[in-house]
């Protein structure tokens, strides 16, 4: 598809998305995520595609929400249009796994984009934060669910209440990015790891992914039986049985997907 706020491209199985509206610091509004969507959902039905590195502009991820598209809403409106959910919710329902490469201002709706992510590299200078209490209203889009379950109530509290950004290596510290690289190796070393992703066979990934996610919403029982069924379907798989052998036989694994 042609897109207008986004950027797409395919290399290594890896499918590449850059947000694209550099002169409002890539404000999310409601046609990016819409844009944003539609490639992930294509990229997930893709079979050249086995994982995806989404990114920004080296001055920002994304710096929030487009305000001026909504500061004139009405309760209404949101309620009606069913704001936010609308469209951001395809994005959790992405199978393959995302990775996030974060230079700049990560800032409200950006932050809370790349928490949706399952893997987030960043830069040294990049800044996260959850600023919206400072406009009279909070995150409406996993702020004050997806950070506690990522860095503890007490630093969600901090951050959502207080409306401070934070660095890369405290956002590192607290287990909120992955890793954190120089700003001019960033993109270099999360394409590394998107590669080295992409070389495993794809439906242990999806299988991966599906279970991490699980953990977060059962309980631990119910999550380690979830977990089980999963490993024990793995061995039907063909992707299995040529994994384990090239172990056995000291070589390289060819994986078919399958």
Not at 41 to 61: I, P, W, Y
Request: hydrophobic residues 45%.
């Amino acid at each position: 598809m042609s897109y207008q706020t986004i950027l797409v491209e395919i290399k290594n199985r890896v499918g590449f998305v850059t947000l694209n509206r550099p002169a409002v610091l890539n404000a999310l509004n409601d046609q990016m995520i819409d844009e944003l969507g539609q490639a992930l959902v294509e990229f997930d039905a893709n079979e050249q595609v086995s994982v995806v590195l989404l990114m920004g502009g080296e001055k920002a991820f994304a710096a929030g929400a487009d305000i001026t598209a909504m500061a004139s809403c009405s309760f209404a409106e949101v309620f009606k249009s069913n704001l936010i959910s609308r469209n951001w919710d395809i994005i959790k329902a992405i199978r393959k796994p995302i990775i996030a490469a974060v230079s700049g201002f990560a800032l409200g709706g950006g932050c809370e984009l790349v928490m949706m992510c399952d893997i987030v590299v960043a830069s040294e200078t990049a800044k996260f934060g959850q600023p919206e209490v400072k406009l009279g209203i909070l995150p409406g889009a996993g702020g004050t669910q997806r950070l506690p379950r990522a860095v503890g109530k007490a630093k969600a509290m901090d951050f959502c209440l207080t409306g401070r950004l934070f660095s890369a290596e405290e956002a590192e510290r607290i287990g909120l990015v992955s890793r954190v690289f120089p700003d001019d190796k960033y993109l270099e070393e999360a394409f590394e790891i998107a590669k080295q992703i992409a070389q495993y066979s794809l439906p242990a990934l999806l299988m991966i992914k599906e279970s991490i996610n699980r953990a977060y919403e059962t309980s631990l029982n119910e999550g380690l039986i979830f977990e089980r069924r999963l490993f024990h379907s793995a061995f039907a798989m063909e992707d299995q049985k040529e994994g384990m052998q090239a172990f056995i036989e000291k070589r390289k694994p060819l994986f078919r997907g399958c």
